[in-house]
């Protein structure tokens, strides 16, 4: 490690060092770490790797899991999105009971100890249907964990059931909800949000459903949806929202950085706000800041295999990630939106991919539970 911190600035050096003896780092500082290179780069990826192997050992996890989107319509809009639908349109769909039933007892059969449950703003769904998808799962098996909802959908059903957001919570919670995914954070800086979800929540409701969730005792996942027309500043505003709440709530269990995916939105034709596309290299190096920057918040960092691909899935547990997300089963959100790495790998291909990477496979729960190590 002393041979990696020569030949980089004081400053940098004196970041990376604060962060191994476990002090917090600042925002600016973070920023600072946005943008290295070469050496200072390569130090920063030892760092990240370094925190990680003390939290985690050698371990990269992943969950047998499936996604089910029950629905593609959706009346929000929202310009990084080729999922959605309007409700008009011949490509709609809307999963009935029975259907999700089915989806739920194949996921059984594949041995998933989660479902994902999420879909569109469909303008003529009531409540009762997101009760009755969660007591379908439960009736087909209690012990499934039922990871569903994004705080839009919360939001939603808060609107449509009359109640507000923590009744509405309290309510999916007796009805079979275990945990809420936290998607539909983007970016949580609203100047950004006002042009690539303008119907979308705000970012004090994102915060204030996933702090009211955790109050409740429904732990969160964090994400952030980066490198589409956003600066560098806003990821780390980003990033401090999430761990601020995490100081106060400790309900967030994971962290995962998505990579907006290019090839079919609209948001990519928008010709007053360029794309600042992520590449590679500042892929890896959001992983790093973010290991560094959660340190003694957020112990697990996750890559979404369906967005990068499992090669560089597989090249970012080098840098401060130590899980592999799941199987899927089905994904339709980032396909719709032009990714290109599949819907599906089995527990071997993971298994496999993680092995070749010089780690040690262990299945997880949701909560990161260690169910079987490889
Ligand atoms: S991201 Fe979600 S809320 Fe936005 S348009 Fe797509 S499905 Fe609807």
């Given amino acids: 490690m002393v041979q990696i911190y020569s030949q980089i600035r004081q400053n940098i050096k004196s970041i990376l060092k604060k962060t191994l003896e476990s002090e917090e780092i600042t925002s600016q500082e973070a920023l600072e770490l946005l943008n290295v290179t070469g050496k200072e780069f390569r130090a920063l990826q030892a760092t990240a790797d370094e925190i990680c192997f003390k939290k985690k050992q050698n371990i990269v996890t992943f969950v047998i899991n499936r996604n089910i989107n029950f629905t593609n319509i959706c009346q929000k809009g929202c310009k990084f999105c080729s999922f959605s639908v309007p409700i008009a349109s011949k490509e709609g769909f809307l999963l009935t009971i029975e259907e999700v039933r089915k989806k739920v007892q194949e996921a059984q059969i594949n041995g998933c100890s989660e479902v994902c449950i999420q879909g569109g703003i469909h303008p003529k769904l009531k409540f009762d249907f997101y009760l009755d998808i969660l007591k379908t799962v439960k009736k087909v098996n209690p012990e499934i964990h039922i990871h569903a909802f994004s705080p839009q959908e ?212 949701t909560l990161y539970n260690i169910v079987k190590y490889f």
């Fill in 154 to 365: 919360i939001y939603y059903m808060s609107k449509l059931s009359g109640n507000n957001i923590e009744d509405t919570l309290k309510i999916l919670k007796k009805s079979g909800l275990d945990s809420i995914p936290g998607t539909a954070a983007e970016i949580l800086v609203d100047k950004i949000r006002k042009i690539i979800c303008p119907n979308k929540v705000s970012t004090s409701e994102w915060i204030n459903i996933i702090s009211i969730a955790h109050n409740l005792g429904i732990p969160t996942t964090s994400t952030i949806m980066y490198g589409h027309i956003e600066e560098l500043e806003d990821r780390i505003k980003h990033l401090e929202i999430i761990r601020n709440i995490q100081k106060e709530t400790h309900g967030f269990t994971e962290f995962v950085p998505l990579p907006f995916v290019k090839e079919k939105p609209m948001l990519a034709r928008l010709k007053d706000f360029p794309l600042r596309l992520s590449y590679g290299m500042a892929d890896l190096k959001l992983f790093c800041v973010a290991r560094l920057f959660f340190n003694n918040y957020i112990d697990n960092l996750q890559c979404s295999w369906v967005k990068l691909g499992p090669k560089f899935a597989q090249v970012s547990l080098n840098y401060g990630v130590n899980d592999f997300s799941g199987t899927l089963m089905e994904e339709n959100i980032s396909k719709s939106a032009g990714a290109e790495f599949g819907e599906y790998l089995s527990p071997d291909e993971i298994i496999k991919i993680i092995k070749s990477a010089g780690k040690r496979p262990a299945q997880r729960n």
